[in-house]
Protein backbone atom coordinates (compact mmCIF):
# COMPACT_ATOMS: atom_id res chain seq x y z
CA UNK A 1 0.00 0.00 0.00
CA UNK A 2 2.73 1.94 0.86
CA UNK A 3 4.61 1.82 -2.50
CA UNK A 4 0.99 2.52 -4.59
CA UNK A 5 0.37 6.17 -2.13
CA UNK A 6 4.26 7.03 -2.97
CA UNK A 7 3.69 6.32 -7.13
CA UNK A 8 0.22 8.10 -6.53
CA UNK A 9 2.16 11.21 -5.23
CA UNK A 10 5.28 11.00 -7.16
CA UNK A 11 2.98 11.03 -10.47
CA UNK A 12 1.03 13.72 -8.87
CA UNK A 13 3.45 15.59 -7.83
CA UNK A 14 5.87 15.36 -10.81
CA UNK A 15 9.05 14.13 -8.38
CA UNK A 16 10.77 10.96 -8.27
CA UNK A 17 9.59 7.87 -6.34
CA UNK A 18 12.52 8.93 -3.44
CA UNK A 19 11.38 12.60 -2.91
CA UNK A 20 7.40 11.06 -2.48
CA UNK A 21 9.04 8.87 -0.04
CA UNK A 22 10.38 11.41 1.98
CA UNK A 23 7.21 13.62 1.69
CA UNK A 24 4.96 10.89 2.67
CA UNK A 25 6.53 9.56 5.58
CA UNK A 26 7.24 13.39 6.93
CA UNK A 27 3.51 14.08 6.47
CA UNK A 28 2.25 11.19 8.51
CA UNK A 29 4.85 11.80 10.83
CA UNK A 30 3.58 15.59 11.72
CA UNK A 31 0.17 14.41 11.75
CA UNK A 32 0.02 11.18 13.54
CA UNK A 33 0.79 10.65 17.67
CA UNK A 34 3.89 10.36 19.21
CA UNK A 35 3.51 6.95 19.86
CA UNK A 36 3.18 5.54 16.28
CA UNK A 37 6.92 7.51 15.17
CA UNK A 38 8.37 3.94 15.65
CA UNK A 39 5.95 2.62 13.54
CA UNK A 40 6.41 5.41 10.81
CA UNK A 41 9.87 4.93 10.79
CA UNK A 42 9.68 1.37 9.88
CA UNK A 43 7.75 2.18 7.05
CA UNK A 44 10.34 4.70 5.86
CA UNK A 45 12.32 2.14 5.41
CA UNK A 46 10.05 -0.78 4.25
CA UNK A 47 9.53 -2.61 6.99
CA UNK A 48 5.91 -3.41 8.03
CA UNK A 49 3.65 -6.75 8.81
CA UNK A 50 1.16 -5.80 5.96
CA UNK A 51 1.04 -8.08 2.85
CA UNK A 52 1.44 -5.95 -0.26
CA UNK A 53 -1.62 -6.83 -2.62
Known amino acids: MKHQLVKLVSDQAGITEGQADKAVVGYFKTRLPD ?5 IANLAVGHNNDAEA
Not at 35 to 39: A, G, H, I, K
Open 35 to 39: EMNDE
